[in-house]
């Protein structure tokens, strides 16, 4: 068991939470559970795919895996019974935070641009504008100078 693997108890409790394999046939090579651990190990790292360790098995299969139980729903599924069960047992809080700046607004600075006769009214060519000019003076109309 590699580091950030699941351990016993994590496998004993999302096991139950798994779709059942349908097809019968020839077993697995690999078992779910180290496709699984391959695929919690590329979404902790942000690895590329090919680079899952082969511990985890080959990394198609673990792709495989992830993206058509992406497809179906189950990931979500999982997550979903798990945080439901989390939230009966008292284990999740559900906090909401809302900070705002005076007025209600998010606090962030805002600018108010004064419209340009000669060049329109967007920042971008007002901007233009100025630089185009031989001296700045023609500037401070749109660019006010900062205290």
């Not at 058509?68 to 009966?88: M, Y």
Request: charged share 25%.
């Amino acid at each position: 068991m590699g580091w950030g693997d699941l351990t016993d108890g994590q496998w004993a409790r999302l096991e139950p939470l798994l779709p059942r394999g349908i097809k019968p046939g020839r077993p697995p090579v690999w078992t779910r559970r180290q496709l699984i651990d391959g695929i919690r190990w590329r979404t902790r790292t942000g690895a590329p795919w090919r680079d899952v360790p082969e511990r985890y098995g080959p990394w198609d299969r673990a792709y495989d895996l992830f993206r058509r139980w992406q497809r179906d729903g189950t990931w979500a599924r999982i997550v979903t019974q798990l945080q439901a069960e989390a939230d009966v047992k008292g284990l999740i809080t559900w906090d909401v935070n809302v900070r705002a700046g005076p007025g209600g607004d998010s606090g962030a600075p805002t600018r108010s641009w004064p419209a340009s006769q000669s060049t329109g009214s967007s920042p971008s060519a007002a901007r233009r504008q100025c630089w185009s000019q031989s001296s700045t003076s023609g500037c401070d109309q749109h660019f006010p100078k900062r205290p």
